[in-house]
């Protein structure tokens, strides 16, 4: 029985401590961020230090301090890159696209909680059990439509010919691990599922009600006003600048896929560009009212799903009000590129780079815990062997300390 008592408590002791380090781990404060450096340039040696970790084949990294650029940082193996080189943004594209959208609603052409069949003549939603007329442009932006696509882009080849939109919502001939379909398939607003589908009906949207291509709308609404004069949802309109190479991630030069998808995946621009769409949030601009931003930046989904708000993705708040918002784009080949700030401080970060498809999301997580003391999936991975480290250690205590009660305790008893 004396037995049974002692294993229970040792049992006690360390499930106590194996959920102390949990707590330590998903609140933060048992995770080490990227640099002890309090400065924009320690976070970039930082950074740089990471490149030796796995292949990048271009990198351009800037990162901004109370709204302005503090420090930048740009990396090619075999070119010159800098602040007006262009990337594909993949999904980042969706984040500007939403200031086109809500630009249309704050001009009174579209009401975002109007069904959005009220706003297509092209191409309507395919039939299905539920009640289409709840399919709303505000639930588009935030991926709680009901459309259970799943797209994922990947895109078209030199030599394949690019769909129509209403193709591709009928059936995405790139569509990426998934059915392709823009059809709903679950009650809208009930769930967060993320729809690069939405995103190419919200495309039609603007061309419907605007009465312009997406990409003359855009450049008129978005670009023009916020001074970005390199950015384009057109590859070929980029022709007269420079477009960084494109790497897959086993370091060989990749193909350029073209999009029918545009306002899902097909934005270029550049880091002089990015960052002003990034400062636009902070100041009065032409494009959209501080009203508006707020509350596209404000969580739209379920509780307990992903949170993500009129556009850009949440990543979280801590105790002191810092508010991180921004996307992250993911595309082939190898594509990945990552964008965030600080509502609050006015700080950012922007990570655009082709060769490793994880690099600029991990970096820009990196970044997020370092300035907030926002934990993330990606500082937990690589705090993975301090945590394990500090759960064997208190394993080894627990046990060697209780060893040592019970042998004391049994002498005793025999004096």
Same mark, same amino acid.
């Given at each position: 029985?004396?037995?049974?008592?002692?294993?229970?408590?040792?049992?006690?002791?360390?499930?106590?401590?194996?959920?102390?380090?949990?707590?330590?781990?998903? %609140?933060?404060?048992?995770?080490?961020?990227?640099?002890?450096?309090?400065?924009?340039?320690?976070?970039?040696?930082?950074?740089?230090?990471?490149?030796?970790?796995?292949?990048?084949?271009?990198?351009?990294?800037?990162?901004?301090?109370?709204?302005?650029?503090?420090?930048?940082?740009?990396?090619?193996?075999?070119?010159?890159?800098?602040?007006?080189?262009?990337?594909?943004?993949?999904?980042?594209?969706?984040?500007?696209?939403?200031?086109?959208?809500?630009?249309?609603?704050?001009?009174?052409?579209?009401?975002?909680?109007?069904?959005?069949?009220?706003?297509?003549?092209?191409?309507?939603?395919?039939?299905?059990?539920?009640?289409?007329?709840?399919?709303?442009?505000?639930?588009?932006?935030?991926?709680?439509?009901?459309?259970?696509?799943?797209?994922?882009?990947?895109?078209?080849?030199?030599?394949?010919?690019?769909?129509?939109?209403?193709? %591709?919502?009928?059936?995405?001939?790139?569509?990426?691990?998934?059915?392709?379909?823009?059809?709903?398939?679950?009650?809208?607003?009930?769930?967060?599922?993320?729809?690069?589908?939405?995103?190419?009906?919200?495309?039609?949207?603007?061309?419907?009600?605007?009465?312009?291509?997406?990409?003359?709308?855009?450049?008129?609404?978005?670009?023009?006003?916020?001074?970005?004069?390199?950015?384009?949802?057109?590859?070929?309109?980029?022709? %007269?600048?420079?477009?960084?190479?494109?790497?897959?991630?086993?370091?060989?030069?990749?193909?350029?896929?073209?999009?029918?998808?545009?306002?899902?995946?097909?934005?270029?621009?550049?880091?002089?560009?990015?960052?002003?769409?990034?400062?636009?949030?902070?100041?009065?601009?032409?494009?959209?009212?501080?009203?508006?931003?707020?509350?596209?930046?404000?969580?739209?989904?379920?509780?307990?799903?992903?949170?993500?708000?009129?556009?850009?993705? /949440?990543?979280?708040?801590?105790?002191?009000?810092?508010?991180?918002?921004?996307?992250?784009?993911?595309?082939?080949?190898?594509?990945?590129?990552?964008?965030?700030?600080?509502?609050?401080?006015?700080?950012? /970060?922007?990570?655009?780079?082709?060769?490793?498809?994880?690099?600029?999301?991990?970096?820009?997580?990196?970044?997020?815990?370092?300035?907030?003391?926002?934990?993330?999936?990606?500082?937990? %991975?690589?705090?993975?062997?301090?945590?394990?480290?500090?759960?064997?250690?208190?394993?080894?205590? /627990?046990?060697?300390?209780?060893?040592?009660?019970?042998?004391?305790?049994?002498?005793?008893?025999?004096?």
């Amino acid at each position: 029985m004396r037995t049974f008592k002692y294993i229970l408590l040792i049992l006690l002791a360390i499930l106590g401590w194996t959920a102390f380090v949990n707590v330590g781990t998903y %609140s933060g404060f048992l995770l080490s961020p990227i640099t002890s450096g309090k400065s924009a340039s320690s976070f970039i040696e930082a950074s740089q230090s990471k490149l030796d970790d796995e292949f990048v084949g271009n990198l351009a990294l800037v990162l901004l301090e109370d709204g302005e650029v503090s420090q930048d940082f740009y990396y090619a193996i075999d070119e010159t890159i800098d602040k007006n080189t262009l990337f594909q943004m993949a999904s980042i594209s969706k984040w500007v696209t939403s200031w086109g959208v809500l630009a249309l609603a704050q001009a009174g052409k579209i009401d975002i909680d109007a069904p959005v069949e009220n706003y297509l003549t092209r191409w309507h939603l395919p039939e299905s059990e539920f009640d289409h007329r709840e399919v709303t442009i505000r639930n588009l932006l935030c991926h709680t439509s009901g459309l259970t696509d799943g797209l994922g882009y990947g895109g078209f080849s030199a030599e394949d010919s690019v769909q129509t939109i209403e193709e %591709s919502l009928t059936q995405a001939a790139d569509g990426y691990w998934s059915s392709g379909k823009a059809k709903v398939g679950y009650q809208p607003n009930s769930q967060y599922r993320y729809s690069g589908g939405g995103y190419t009906l919200l495309q039609l949207v603007v061309e419907e009600v605007s009465g312009q291509s997406f990409n003359d709308y855009m450049t008129k609404a978005v670009f023009e006003p916020l001074n970005m004069n390199r950015s384009s949802f057109y590859g070929s309109d980029t022709s %007269s600048l420079y477009l960084a190479k494109f790497y897959d991630s086993d370091s060989s030069i990749a193909p350029h896929y073209r999009y029918t998808a545009l306002a899902a995946a097909s934005w270029y621009t550049c880091t002089e560009d990015l960052t002003l769409f990034l400062q636009a949030h902070f100041v009065e601009n032409p494009v959209l009212d501080q009203e508006t931003i707020l509350m596209m930046s404000e969580v739209h989904t379920p509780p307990g799903q992903g949170m993500h708000g009129l556009g850009p993705m /949440i990543f979280g708040k801590n105790g002191d009000g810092d508010y991180l918002i921004g996307h992250d784009g993911l595309s082939r080949a190898a594509i990945n590129n990552a964008a965030r700030i600080n509502l609050k401080t006015r700080d950012g /970060i922007i990570v655009l780079e082709t060769g490793s498809p994880s690099f600029a999301s991990e970096l820009a997580n990196e970044w997020g815990f370092w300035k907030t003391n926002i934990p993330n999936s990606t500082v937990m %991975s690589s705090n993975f062997n301090k945590l394990f480290g500090y759960l064997v250690l208190g394993y080894v205590i /627990i046990l060697t300390v209780s060893m040592y009660i019970i042998r004391r305790k049994r002498k005793l008893e025999r004096v």
